[in-house]
Each structure stands twice: as structure tokens, then as C-alpha cells.
């Protein structure tokens, strides 16, 4: 399946600032199921583009702005084409076929951050939650996570917040609601509670039913280590096991590590700004 993603970011001021570095983290990453065939940016006022690698090997574009503006508009296009594997043509190892599992010592030592524990004000109301919403006898582990991918789906409302930022998982289960960064950040800490290295993944989602026509934001997800098999991607906001329609940018342990377009500026006097982004993914030949 073939691609195509443009992604949209303006930044309005009530007078022209001074722009400093920006972090970009548009390009998807590529893997042995996804290719990036074309990348491109188109960046107002003009900037300098330096390619970096990230502590988590992610790709973010430094931008380097040389003048001042009341407008930043920030436009990413490209290509990528994903395979047509399904989600569950894997195997694990033996003994994670079923839950609980431990993983072995050097699983533990190189996943360590990614199964840091909540903190124990955060323990307790996820456990409170697990133990009013996801009572389970499966023992085997993918129908296991597909029950707890499920109940999170089902419990939480979908919403969309205009506010800035992204719940924590108390805040989620205290009003019952989130965007799909939010249902993330409460499997992840769902996940790492009961013992799974879990990271956040930010990245774009096609949809055959709006096909890039209307307007949307970039998409957030969960990817869960999985002895055997790896790093796969579960979806909390649509209760599924992730296919080749999700296209990841970056992964981080803490998901505000990879917002999309990170940067800041500078005024001599207080300015109003407002910010305006559209990501449309269709399908292209």
C-alpha cells in the first residue's frame, strides 16, 4: 500500500518574533515493512535543515530560523509504502506464550526504562481500575493483551481537547475520557504495572473511510515488547493490534518527548500566538 501524507503546522503571532531552534519529528521511520520513498519540508520563513539521530534512534529534523515573522508555517510532505503483513503473523518465545511471563535477564537489562513502574499514588488507582474493569482468566498472552487493549477502548471516552499537552493515566481514569495520546500513556502505565516493557509511539494513521479529505492530527499508539517477536503495536483508541495503516514517526518511554513540532521563541514584549496543524494521509499509486 502506497501512501501519501502531507502535515500542516502554522504558528500566528500578533507581531513578529524571534523564532529559536525547532525539533521536527515528521519523517516516519523506516523498517524492513515501510519504506520512505519521498520527504520533503516547506518551511516559512526559510530555515536550515539538519538531520539528527535521537537517544532513541528516532530522526528528528533541526530547523534553524535566521528571521523574524508573525507567521511559521511548517509543511511536511512524503511517500512511504507499508507491506500487506497482517498483525498477528508472529510467533513468541515459548515461555511468553502465556501470562504472566518473565522475561530473560538481558531482556530485562536493555528494557528497564521501558518497564519503570508508576509512581505509587499512580499504582494504586491503576490497580483499583484493573481490578473494577479487566477481570480475565485467558492465560494466553495475545488474547491476554487483546483483552486488556480491549477494555481500555471500551471504558474510556473518546474526546477531542484542544488544550495543550497530554494527560497522565490518573488524570484519564479520573474523567474517563482522552484524546488517543491520552488512552496511550494509560496503556502504557497499565502495561508496565503489570510487568511488560511498553513505549508511546506518535505517528500517522490512514483511514479508506475519509481517504485524506478531511482535515486530521497525527495519530498516538502502543507498542509492547514481546519475547520472539519483538516490538508490536496495539491501539487503544480503536482497540486492535496496530497493520500496516499506522505509519510511526518516533517512539519515546515518556510520550512529550516526541511531540511533533517542538520549539519555542522570543518576544521583548508579551504577543499572542495561535497554532493551527492538519495531517491528511491517502492513498496514492
Known sequence: MKLKITHTTVYKYDFPVQVHPHLLYLRPRENPLMRVG?????????????WMRDDFDNLPASAQFSQNTDTLSIVSRCIVETSDATPFDFLLRDYARSYPFEYEPLHQFNLSIYRNQPEANAQEEIKRWLAKHFSTGLADTISWLFALNQTINQKIVYIRRDEPGIQSALTTIKLGTGTCRDYAVLLIECARFLGLAARFVSGYLYDPANNG?????MHAWVEIFLPGTGWRGLDPSRGMFCDNAYIPVAHAVVAESVNPVQGSYYSSAPVASMMSSDARVELTS
Open 38 to 50: 519521498e520527504f520533503s519540508f516547506e518551511i516559512d520563513p526559510a530555515a536550515r535543515i539538519d
Open 213 to 217: 479529505t478531511i482535515p486530521g492530527d
